[in-house]
């Protein structure tokens, strides 16, 4: 699949409409006096002529939910190296063409969330659930990975440490506004499967922390094989751990190790009866519940002040499905 250009626009707006405010200003008129039985009145009027006053309205900045548009930008680290992909050799740099959907009419420096994909996936598979972050005012970044996307030549590879890298280097690219403004005090990560995994491995591993990340979303993900710990150790921030019960790659109680190793804020939901994917991703009323708890995790994690286990769970609950289960200690 040929690389895609360095900058494309979409015009199209999808998702959402935003919203409109319609004011008007108030108008005041004076009286005049009159006599008995609606005569004139024998003494002049002491009233000044009559005037309409017009009160000044400001209308209130745009909220959600925004229409979305998207971007295709592309970012090279020359300092790293994309290893072979089954025949196709490796070589120096790593390319990150990355989807970007921004919130129409947001005013401001935005907050960021950067996706990591599954393995053998690309972004697109996800559209729903980035949507459902940017309508919801959120810059989102999704980078094909050059690892274990789909959509590059030769066979995908997992290769956790090098993805969790790619997460922090796109942060460092975004923060100098190339997509738009963005608010280094809200900055989130979040990634499906494989990309679950580069997830807890910024989370729950020193060698990979960011402290400038304050959010975290597993999504059905793990502690990975074959990378060395230390797991666990304390960690600023709040984290999200959601899985399918029925996860037909038996995730359900690796991602449940995932929340119960982590030293931090965190919350975990667990879809009773949800597979792999379709939580994410579908047009069921419970993959449309999973996501707007997602984005519940994101307004409350990133709110000014120190966030809670508590507090996360209060702003979770009640969740939209019965098959939601929300869980605030290990």
């Not at 590879?157 to 942060?171: C, R, T, W």
Request: glycine fraction near 12%; proline fraction near 11%; charged fraction near 15%.
């Amino acid at each position: 699949m040929p690389v895609r250009q360095l900058v494309v626009g979409k015009a199209a707006a999808t998702s959402a409409l935003a919203l409109s405010f319609f004011l008007a200003g108030c108008g005041f008129v004076g009286a005049s006096h009159h006599g008995p039985e609606g005569g004139a009145s024998s003494h002049a009027s002491s009233l000044p002529p009559s005037r309409s006053t017009t009160v000044a309205t400001t209308p209130p900045p745009p909220s959600p939910p925004f229409a979305v548009k998207d971007q295709t930008l592309t970012f090279v680290d020359p300092s790293r190296v994309t290893p072979a992909r089954g025949a196709v050799p490796g070589h120096p740099g790593r390319v990150l063409v990355t989807d970007i959907f921004r919130p129409e009419g947001a005013a401001g420096a935005l907050p960021l969330v950067v996706f990591a994909h599954g393995w053998d996936s690309d972004p697109g598979l996800y559209r729903p659930l980035l949507e459902a972050w940017a309508v919801a005012g959120y810059l989102v970044a999704a980078p094909i990975l050059p690892d274990s996307s789909d959509t590059l030549p030769g066979s995908p590879i997992s290769n956790y440490p090098a993805q969790a890298d790619d997460l922090s280097f796109l942060i460092t690219q975004l923060l100098q506004g190339g997509a738009g403004p963005v608010d280094p005090n809200r900055i989130a990560v979040a990634g499906h499967s494989d990309g679950g995994t580069d997830i807890a491995l910024l989370a729950l591993n020193p060698a990979y922390a960011d402290h400038r990340i304050r959010a975290y979303l597993s999504l059905s993900g793990e502690i990975p094989v074959g990378v060395d710990g230390p797991w666990g150790v304390p960690t600023p921030g709040s984290l999200l751990v959601v899985v399918g019960g029925a996860d037909q790659y038996g995730l359900a109680p690796r991602s449940r190790e995932v929340f119960t190793s982590a030293q931090m804020v965190k919350v975990m939901v667990t879809v009773t009866g949800g597979d792999h994917i379709d939580p994410y991703v579908a047009g069921t009323p419970t993959a449309v519940a999973v996501r707007a708890e997602t984005v519940r995790f994101l307004n409350s994690a990133l709110a000014p002040g120190p966030a809670t286990s508590a507090g996360l769970t209060a702003a979770m609950e009640p969740a939209g499905d019965p098959s939601i289960v929300v869980t605030a200690s290990g």
